[in-house]
């Protein structure tokens, strides 16, 4: 044998390092062009560790730099590549489209980890939907150059994020004609990545069913965005001490996409959270909240910063009372800050409040979505979402947070429907009355099936067989939900599934009843009264219904059996997300959308069937609400044109 | 070669008669003003044009033409043009033959249209560019498979007519151009200007628009500084897309050939270098991009990447950028107000302008006569208006509502839209319910503003609403003459009077 080298030394094996140190821009590439931001502007970010293939290609995500306009390609970068790893990837700059790519890379995985710490289990992407099926989607894609044009978006039927880049006009601080790179915006990536894991989560939010469907969307996208700028610690500390603590002053924390908002020629961000430039006098003032602001809106945009508003008051009165204490310690007690810059201690201290704050309130805005109704939600669900969910995660109130929240949504109008009161505890999802209890403990089988139903979702586990074990479990709901027992209780969790229902509702082939789906089964975390870790098992059931402007066609569809109905105007959703103890098998939250509530279907009808807003787009190409876009977001996030 | 088909027009003995022809989705406005005495009245004629896509479109505009040469004896006093769109001037290339045998007094256009002013010819430049890119845009859309969004950017295109064989709108250039070779030489309105009828007393006539005020001519894409940068050849925002899209169009042989400047704006369009651009046929090659791009030709796994590749996503914004140059093109409308002296009613014709066009005219005054410190403004012509020629076929974004149609407040108040419904409703492109015109709160607005009189070209007489009495609907009926090729109202005037003392605002 040729081999003729003496065996080596075999070191014991190397742990996989936790994270992976890449650089990015904290906010984007104009903050580097002015000395005071510019050192704040570079931030690495530490990436779980997972193995990379060119791209970058790993577990959630796939770069494929492809720029059609352009008729090009550019090399995928190779993040394992010992040099990048020897410097926490490839250093900032916008001349070199790998470091695009490995900035989207980074940026959308800390967004996914947000999502999973605070869900506590893996994140799936909403499925393709195929002539055969549901598909499972490993990876989310992400073209950072697809367009010319001042544009971003989840594309819901590719599964991909779309970034454009588009040459700035001559207003602030870009050069004009200079390109523009939306993918290099922290808070655009941030905002697509969100639109994703929420597709991911509720499939059906994308229709717009009512006035809040979109803006809900867009709305969480930027929380998401806003909330994750309080994890940069170099930026958070610049700007505590620049406002000297108070936040809810004009800071770059509160802005989202400063460079993409004036290269289209606005004069300040793409949207601000505390207030806005006056386009005469160029100053920036703070938005004041008034109830009427809401009701006074409709479009998405609009509404959705009304939320986005109200869940950054919360945060920042959270954040307030949360320094008090500090800030008497380093006035000795008369709160009053003196003259000059800040202690740098007391900037570190306030630093690391605002940042646990921020993270808490993220975290509780994520874990929110577990609590929401699986179709046509609104404002107000998603408010009783909120203090549901932080109630099953800190029982205990005692610092107010939740009564922080329902306060910053009153005083900029949202309030839920069919509550008495705005106290907390009135405003949580309440679980089923108690003559219903039983009948749904019937419809649940024993406590061991029940056990076996949430697969494995931990962090470990491989997410296409997290995928099929739920798909299992669907169909196991799905055959209790169809047995005698069952269907009878189809009205308590919002479905229709007796052979009386509405024939709107479309019947299977197999049994003649009604169609419905099991659209969710998962595993949601929530803390016991005594700081045990306890599970709740979330089940989503959905139904759709055809749906008439005309309510005496409406009418006639429902009560006569037909072989083929006529096309629908609209489909109408139903249904209901329980959440269920797996310990007692009690179910705690029925959180409900009634498939034959006669009001919902007429608000529904009222809203897509007045006449459209003129715009330009539903003059000449058709009401967007009746005609689905084939990309929603595409069109949602090109500038709004002006009308009368 | 046609048939005399009408009798000459009338003019009542004060007053104005103005008369819709009814040739479908376009505008033609014909006013007869009474003249000296012993004179014949003098004509006006506000565009000649219908939608592209009009069935027997030439046929239809050489009978309007015709009608408008017997109606007028022959002379058209001023020919009014208002802005460079085919449903308002098509009959001007259409029908060209029979406007040569019609005796043109004064052509009157907007400062838009002037060869002589360089702000007006950088719009129509960039307007032409545009054109010629969007309709490269809508090859690559077709050759993509979107057959929807092509025939939707497509059917907003034809506001633009027939394209030359350069992808410049030719026709509608020879349509105005043939307009202004008659106006020896045209007048170029500004706004403020106080034109003269020829040959009228009693009447005035108030130049609204379009503004000078570029960012209000593009109200929603404001733009400042903009010449010292396109000097130096930078790229405008929508420029790096119109060159993509022309470049694309040429590659897959589907479009004209680039001009020598957009081959220098598409080198400055690339967002980085040429050491980091692979081209595609050598992407096509590379292990990386066959597995999770291209796939390899012929092979199974080809297909199965198909639906998550983005080769003409990119596109999807040619929609936008199309509606957005018509907007644009519709805010160069030339718009004006004509006052009758004597009983203080106004006319107002604004053409298709929109939001910008209409609130720059809230900075115009003119002096009043004998009242030096009460100047004419344009609320003050908003409260006396008695017509209004509703913009833009009463679609949703050319009639103000706030700083407009809510300060008509004349109880005389009467609209004139010249739609054609059946023909906006038709499908264009991916849109089964083709366009929204008439804009049905509009047309309620109207309907309760004007108290049922509004003409409708498509409709001709109203019906009477059962709000309003039978003496006052028939005062009403008797002042319009409907016929099927045109609507007429008579905007009839009590005899002279001295001099009517104007309200203060």
Same mark, same amino acid.
């Not at chain 1, 009843?513 to 059931?541: C, M, N, W, Y």
């Not at chain 1, 029925?590 to 003059?619: M, N, V, W, Y």
């Not at chain 2, 290339?93 to 060869?115: H, L, N, R, S, Y």
């Given at each position: 044998?040729?081999?003729?080298?003496?065996? !080596?030394?075999?070191?014991?094996?190397?742990?996989?390092?936790?994270?992976?140190?890449? @650089?990015?821009?904290?906010?984007?590439?104009? +903050?580097?062009?002015?000395?005071?931001?510019?050192?704040?502007?570079?931030?690495?970010?530490?990436?779980?560790?997972?193995?990379?293939?060119?791209?970058?290609?790993?577990?959630?995500?796939?770069?494929?730099?492809?720029?059609?306009?352009?008729?090009?390609?550019?090399?995928?970068?190779?993040?394992?590549?010992?040099?990048?790893?020897?410097?926490?990837?490839?250093?900032?700059?916008?001349?070199?489209?790998?470091?695009?790519?490995?900035?989207?890379?980074?940026?959308?995985?800390?967004?996914? !980890?947000?999502?999973?710490?605070?869900?506590?289990?893996?994140?799936?992407?909403?499925?393709?939907?195929?002539?055969?099926?549901?598909?499972?989607?490993?990876?989310?894609?992400?073209?950072?150059?697809?367009?010319?044009?001042?544009?971003?978006?989840?594309?819901?039927?590719?599964?991909?994020?779309?970034?454009?880049?588009?040459?700035?006009?001559?207003?602030?601080?870009?050069?004009?004609?200079?390109?523009?790179?939306?993918?290099?915006?922290?808070?655009?990536?941030?905002?697509?990545?969100?639109?994703?894991?929420?597709?991911?989560?509720?499939?059906?939010?994308?229709?717009?069913?009512?006035?809040?469907?979109?803006?809900?969307?867009?709305?969480?996208?930027?929380?998401?965005?806003?909330?994750?700028?309080?994890?940069?610690?170099?930026?958070?500390?610049?700007?505590?001490?620049?406002?000297?603590?108070?936040?809810?002053?004009?800071?770059?924390?509160?802005?989202?996409?400063?460079?993409?908002?004036?290269?289209?020629?606005?004069?300040?961000?793409? !949207?601000?959270?505390?207030?806005?430039?006056?386009?005469?006098?160029?100053?920036?003032?703070?938005?004041?909240?008034?109830?009427?602001?809401?009701?006074?809106?409709?479009?998405?945009?609009?509404?959705?910063?009304?939320?986005?508003?109200?869940?950054?008051?919360?945060?920042?009165?959270?954040?307030?009372?949360?320094?008090?204490?500090?800030? @008497?310690?380093?006035?000795?007690?008369?709160?009053?800050?003196?003259?000059?810059?800040?202690?740098?201690?007391?900037?570190?201290?306030?630093?690391?409040?605002?940042?646990?704050?921020?993270?808490?309130?993220?975290?509780?805005?994520?874990?929110?979505?577990?609590?929401?109704?699986?179709?046509?939600?609104?404002?107000?669900?998603?408010?009783?979402?909120?203090?549901?969910?932080?109630?099953? +995660?800190?029982?205990?109130?005692?610092?107010?947070?939740?009564?922080?929240?329902?306060?910053?949504?009153?005083?900029?109008?949202?309030?839920?429907?069919?509550?008495?009161?705005?106290?907390?505890?009135?405003?949580?999802?309440?679980?089923?009355?108690?003559?219903?209890?039983?009948?749904?403990?019937?419809?649940?089988?024993?406590?061991?099936? +029940?056990?076996?139903?949430?697969?494995?979702?931990?962090?470990?586990?491989?997410?296409?067989?997290?995928?099929?074990?739920?798909?299992?479990?669907?169909?196991?709901?799905?055959?209790?939900?169809?047995?005698?027992?069952?269907?009878?209780?189809?009205?308590?969790?919002?479905?229709?599934?007796?052979?009386?229902?509405?024939?709107?509702?479309?019947?299977?082939?197999?049994?003649?009843?009604?169609?419905?789906?099991?659209?969710?089964?998962?595993?949601?975390?929530?803390?016991?009264?005594?700081?045990?870790?306890?599970?709740?098992?979330?089940?989503?059931?959905?139904?759709?219904?055809?749906?008439?402007?005309?309510?005496?066609?409406?009418?006639?569809?429902?009560?006569?059996?037909?072989?083929?109905?006529?096309?629908?105007?609209?489909?109408?959703?139903?249904?209901?997300?329980?959440?269920?103890?797996?310990?007692? @098998?009690?179910?705690?939250?029925?959180?409900?959308?009634?498939?034959?509530?006669?009001?919902?279907?007429?608000?529904?009808?009222?809203?897509?069937?007045?006449?459209?807003?003129?715009?330009?787009?539903?003059?000449?190409?058709?009401?967007?609400?009746?005609?689905?876009?084939?990309?929603?977001?595409?069109?949602?996030?090109?500038?709004?044109?002006?009308?009368? | 070669?046609?048939? *005399?088909?009408?009798?000459?027009?009338?003019?009542?003995?004060?007053?104005?008669?103005?008369?819709?022809?009814?040739?479908?989705?376009?505008?033609?406005?014909?006013?007869?003003?009474?003249?000296?005495?012993?004179?014949?009245?003098?004509?006006?004629?506000?565009?000649?044009?219908?939608?592209?896509?009009?069935?027997?479109?030439?046929?239809?505009?050489?009978?309007?033409?015709?009608?408008?040469?017997?109606?007028?004896?022959?002379?058209?006093?001023?020919?009014?043009?208002?802005?460079?769109?085919?449903?308002?001037?098509?009959?001007?290339?259409?029908?060209?033959?029979?406007?040569? $045998?019609? /005796?043109?007094?004064?052509?009157?256009?907007?400062?838009?249209?002037?060869?002589?002013?360089?702000?007006?010819?950088?719009?129509?430049?960039?307007?032409?560019?545009?054109?010629?890119?969007?309709?490269?845009?809508?090859?690559?859309?077709?050759?993509?498979? %979107?057959? %929807?969004?092509?025939?939707?950017?497509?059917?907003?295109?034809?506001?633009?007519?027939?394209?030359?064989?350069?992808?410049? *709108?030719?026709?509608?250039?020879?349509?105005?151009?043939?307009?202004?070779?008659?106006?020896?030489?045209?007048?170029?309105?500004?706004?403020?200007?106080?034109?003269?009828?020829?040959?009228?007393?009693?009447?005035?006539?108030?130049?609204?628009?379009?503004?000078?005020?570029?960012?209000?001519?593009?109200?929603?894409?404001?733009?400042?500084?903009?010449?010292?940068?396109?000097?130096?050849?930078?790229?405008?925002?929508?420029?790096?897309?119109?060159?993509?899209?022309?470049?694309?169009?040429?590659?897959?042989?589907?479009?004209?050939?680039?001009?020598?400047? /957009?081959?220098?704006?598409?080198?400055?369009?690339?967002?980085?270098?040429?050491?980091?651009?692979? *081209?595609?046929?050598?992407?096509?090659?590379?292990?990386?991009?066959?597995?999770?791009?291209?796939?390899?030709?012929?092979?199974?796994?080809?297909?199965?990447?198909?639906?998550?590749?983005?080769?003409?996503?990119?596109?999807?914004?040619?929609? $936008?950028?199309?509606?957005?140059?018509?907007?644009?093109?519709?805010?160069?409308?030339?718009?004006?107000?004509?006052?009758?002296?004597?009983?203080?009613?106004?006319?107002?014709?604004?053409?298709?302008?929109?939001?910008?066009?209409?609130?720059?005219?809230?900075?115009?005054?003119?002096?009043?006569?004998?009242?030096?410190?009460?100047?004419?403004?344009?609320?003050?012509?908003?409260?006396?208006?008695?017509?209004?020629?509703?913009?833009?076929?009463?679609?949703?974004?050319?009639?103000?509502?706030?700083?407009?149609?809510?300060?008509?407040?004349?109880?005389?108040?009467?609209?004139?839209?010249?739609?054609?419904?059946?023909?906006?409703?038709?499908?264009?492109?991916?849109?089964?319910?083709?366009?929204?015109?008439?804009?049905?709160?509009?047309? $309620?607005?109207?309907?309760?503003?004007?108290?049922?009189?509004?003409?409708?070209?498509?409709?001709?007489?109203?019906?009477?609403?059962?709000?309003?009495?039978?003496?006052?609907?028939?005062?009403?009926?008797?002042?319009?003459?409907?016929?099927?090729?045109?609507?007429?109202?008579?905007?009839?005037?009590?005899?002279?009077?001295?001099?009517?003392?104007?309200?203060?605002?």
């Amino acid at each position: 044998m040729p081999d003729a080298s003496p065996p !080596r030394i075999q070191p014991p094996p190397k742990r996989r390092p936790p994270f992976r140190n890449l @650089r990015v821009y904290a906010f984007d590439p104009s +903050l580097n062009w002015q000395i005071d931001t510019a050192v704040i502007n570079q931030m690495t970010l530490q990436v779980p560790w997972e193995d990379l293939t060119p791209g970058p290609v790993g577990e959630y995500l796939e770069v494929v730099d492809v720029d059609p306009a352009s008729g090009c390609c550019y090399a995928p970068v190779d993040l394992e590549d010992r040099f990048l790893l020897a410097q926490g990837g490839l250093d900032p700059a916008e001349g070199d489209p790998q470091f695009h790519q490995q900035m989207v890379y980074a940026v959308a995985m800390t967004t996914i !980890r947000n999502f999973e710490r605070a869900l506590g289990r893996r994140v799936l992407w909403s499925q393709a939907e195929e002539a055969q099926g549901y598909q499972f989607v490993r990876r989310l894609r992400i073209y950072p150059h697809a367009m010319r044009e001042a544009n971003a978006y989840y594309s819901p039927c590719k599964k991909a994020l779309l970034f454009g880049y588009f040459p700035a006009t001559a207003e602030g601080r870009n050069l004009p004609g200079g390109t523009v790179f939306t993918c290099l915006s922290h808070d655009v990536v941030a905002h697509e990545t969100t639109h994703a894991l929420l597709d991911g989560l509720h499939r059906r939010f994308v229709e717009p069913t009512n006035v809040d469907s979109l803006a809900l969307h867009e709305g969480f996208a930027d929380i998401v965005a806003l909330f994750q700028h309080f994890s940069f610690p170099a930026a958070l500390r610049d700007q505590i001490r620049k406002t000297r603590g108070d936040l809810a002053g004009q800071n770059l924390l509160g802005q989202l996409a400063q460079q993409f908002g004036e290269a289209i020629g606005q004069y300040g961000a793409l !949207r601000d959270a505390l207030g806005e430039v006056d386009k005469v006098t160029k100053q920036w003032r703070p938005k004041e909240p008034k109830p009427a602001d809401l009701a006074a809106t409709r479009e998405p945009h609009a509404r959705g910063a009304i939320l986005v508003a109200a869940v950054f008051d919360a945060f920042l009165s959270i954040y307030k009372s949360r320094i008090a204490d500090l800030l @008497r310690i380093a006035t000795s007690g008369t709160g009053v800050l003196p003259q000059g810059d800040l202690h740098p201690d007391l900037v570190d201290r306030l630093a690391r409040e605002a940042s646990a704050t921020a993270a808490h309130v993220l975290n509780m805005c994520i874990r929110a979505l577990d609590y929401c109704p699986p179709v046509d939600v609104g404002f107000g669900d998603y408010l009783r979402a909120l203090v549901t969910a932080d109630r099953d +995660l800190v029982p205990d109130d005692d610092r107010g947070y939740r009564i922080a929240i329902v306060e910053a949504f009153r005083r900029r109008g949202i309030y839920p429907q069919g509550v008495r009161s705005l106290s907390t505890d009135n405003l949580c999802w309440s679980g089923p009355l108690d003559a219903d209890v039983n009948e749904l403990r019937k419809l649940l089988p024993g406590v061991e099936d +029940l056990r076996r139903l949430p697969p494995d979702w931990s962090v470990s586990s491989d997410r296409q067989k997290i995928q099929q074990n739920m798909e299992t479990s669907a169909r196991a709901v799905h055959d209790w939900l169809l047995s005698d027992n069952g269907r009878s209780m189809g009205r308590l969790v919002g479905l229709a599934i007796e052979p009386t229902a509405p024939f709107s509702i479309e019947r299977s082939p197999k049994n003649g009843l009604p169609k419905f789906e099991v659209h969710s089964v998962r595993p949601a975390r929530r803390q016991g009264p005594d700081g045990q870790t306890l599970s709740d098992l979330v089940i989503e059931v959905t139904q759709k219904r055809r749906g008439y402007l005309d309510a005496g066609f409406q009418q006639r569809v429902d009560t006569e059996p037909m072989d083929s109905p006529p096309p629908e105007d609209f489909w109408f959703r139903g249904g209901c997300t329980l959440l269920v103890d797996l310990e007692s @098998r009690e179910v705690r939250y029925c959180i409900g959308k009634g498939i034959e509530s006669p009001a919902r279907l007429e608000a529904q009808r009222t809203f897509l069937g007045g006449p459209a807003d003129g715009s330009l787009h539903a003059t000449y190409f058709g009401d967007p609400r009746r005609q689905a876009p084939a990309e929603p977001f595409a069109m949602l996030h090109r500038p709004v044109e002006e009308t009368p | 070669m046609t048939d *005399p088909v009408t009798a000459p027009m009338t003019a009542p003995a004060v007053g104005v008669k103005v008369r819709m022809y009814r040739q479908g989705l376009g505008d033609c406005f014909l006013l007869a003003f009474p003249s000296r005495p012993g004179q014949r009245p003098c004509y006006v004629l506000i565009d000649c044009g219908v939608l592209l896509g009009t069935e027997d479109a030439a046929t239809k505009m050489k009978k309007v033409a015709a009608s408008l040469r017997d109606a007028t004896g022959g002379r058209i006093d001023v020919l009014v043009a208002t802005h460079q769109h085919w449903d308002h001037l098509s009959g001007f290339q259409q029908a060209k033959e029979i406007f040569d $045998q019609i /005796e043109i007094g004064q052509v009157w256009v907007a400062w838009t249209e002037d060869p002589n002013d360089a702000t007006a010819n950088r719009l129509r430049a960039r307007r032409e560019g545009a054109v010629r890119a969007l309709h490269a845009a809508a090859q690559g859309l077709r050759l993509g498979g %979107d057959e %929807d969004g092509a025939g939707n950017l497509e059917a907003v295109l034809g506001f633009f007519g027939e394209l030359g064989a350069d992808g410049r *709108p030719s026709a509608i250039q020879q349509a105005m151009a043939y307009v202004l070779g008659r106006g020896n030489p045209p007048r170029y309105w500004h706004p403020g200007d106080r034109p003269e009828l020829p040959g009228v007393d009693g009447v005035r006539v108030y130049v609204l628009g379009p503004p000078r005020d570029e960012t209000l001519l593009r109200r929603s894409n404001p733009t400042s500084a903009g010449e010292v940068y396109e000097q130096r050849m930078a790229l405008a925002p929508e420029t790096s897309f119109f060159v993509a899209a022309l470049a694309a169009a040429e590659a897959a042989k589907a479009g004209p050939a680039l001009a020598p400047e /957009e081959e220098e704006l598409k080198k400055l369009s690339f967002p980085f270098d040429k050491t980091f651009r692979v *081209p595609v046929e050598t992407a096509r090659q590379d292990s990386f991009y066959q597995e999770s791009y291209f796939g390899v030709a012929g092979q199974p796994g080809e297909k199965d990447l198909a639906w998550r590749r983005i080769d003409t996503d990119w596109l999807g914004s040619a929609g $936008q950028l199309g509606l957005q140059l018509d907007s644009d093109t519709n805010n160069t409308s030339l718009a004006l107000a004509i006052e009758l002296v004597g009983s203080g009613k106004v006319l107002l014709f604004a053409a298709d302008a929109q939001v910008g066009n209409w609130l720059s005219w809230f900075d115009l005054q003119w002096p009043r006569e004998g009242e030096p410190g009460n100047p004419v403004t344009v609320s003050d012509l908003l409260r006396r208006t008695v017509l209004y020629k509703v913009g833009h076929h009463a679609s949703h974004n050319a009639t103000l509502q706030a700083r407009g149609l809510e300060l008509m407040t004349d109880p005389e108040l009467v609209a004139m839209i010249p739609v054609d419904e059946a023909m906006a409703h038709k499908p264009k492109g991916g849109n089964p319910k083709g366009w929204d015109m008439p804009f049905s709160p509009l047309l $309620q607005r109207l309907q309760e503003k004007a108290k049922g009189r509004v003409l409708r070209a498509d409709l001709g007489a109203p019906p009477q609403p059962a709000s309003v009495g039978a003496a006052e609907w028939q005062g009403f009926e008797k002042k319009c003459a409907v016929t099927p090729d045109y609507v007429e109202i008579t905007i009839a005037e009590p005899a002279p009077r001295v001099r009517r003392p104007h309200r203060k605002t």
